[in-house]
């Protein structure tokens, strides 16, 4: 069955730190990956999303994802966090099935960014 | 606000009892989804609906839970004899995108259901 694992579930930076969060995957076939981001009291949104083509996306508030398929990894960076950048980020996988496209999340990964 | 909705916000019930959650998307969006997620865990795929059709149920969905979404609008996801294991955050989402095709969801607040 596939899988999405998130090995880092918690991590404390400072702002200005850089941050990378792991997310690997255990299909082989079709996959579109997304980043996820929860900021306390909010709903999920879209960080950013890979379909196809360059496997360096860009999204929202300075974060970027590396889709590498020989490693199955869509790790999440960021050069410089702030402390607004404080939420739970959840990698997702969309997978072929039947047609259609079932996602799997990952657990999460709580960040925490003190000023 | 023209995002996705859900109603109730909380629910605590006894358990035994049914409670059925509602769900209304942007309503250009032809697919939902709900969603189960536990405290420390993501969000775990439930069933989705290409407008009215029920197009995908995941093994760990129980009889116990239903969901229909009768006009191809508006979703209801309805448990019965609830049990205590029940209790966790219900996320709806909705997209737009023909099969075969992946879009961004956009996500609701979420009914948090505690079963005592």
């Known amino acids: 069955a596939q899988s999405v694992s998130q090995h880092n579930h918690h991590v404390i930076l400072s702002e200005a730190a850089s941050l990378e969060l792991g997310c690997n995957y255990s299909y082989g076939g079709t996959v579109n990956l997304f980043w996820y981001v929860q900021y306390p009291g909010q709903h999920l949104q879209l960080l950013l999303k890979y379909f196809s083509g360059d496997p360096l996306v860009k999204g929202i508030k300075g974060f970027e994802a590396e889709f590498i398929k020989s490693k199955f990894s869509f790790n999440l960076r960021k050069p410089s966090v702030q402390w607004s950048d404080t939420a739970e980020y959840f990698c997702a996988v969309k997978t072929l099935s039947g047609g259609s496209y079932i996602p799997t999340f990952g657990r999460g990964t709580s960040l925490i960014v003190h000023p | 606000d023209t995002g996705v909705s859900q109603d109730p916000r909380h629910k605590i019930t006894k358990r035994g009892q049914n409670v059925t959650f509602r769900c209304d998307p942007i309503?250009?969006?032809?697919?939902l989804y709900w969603y189960r997620q536990t405290l420390g865990q993501g969000p775990e795929f439930l069933t989705y609906f290409q407008n009215e059709a029920q197009l995908e149920k995941s093994r760990l969905l129980s009889n116990r839970f239903s969901a229909e979404r009768p006009k191809g609008s508006f979703s209801t996801l309805e448990i019965q004899r609830t049990e205590q294991g029940d209790s966790a955050m219900y996320l709806c989402?909705?997209?737009?995108?023909?099969?075969?095709?992946?879009?961004?969801?956009?996500f609701g607040p979420g009914t948090r259901l505690t079963v005592t």
């Open positions: 989402a909705s997209s737009l995108g023909e099969q075969g095709n992946a879009y961004e969801q956009y």
């Open positions: 309503s250009e969006h032809n697919r």
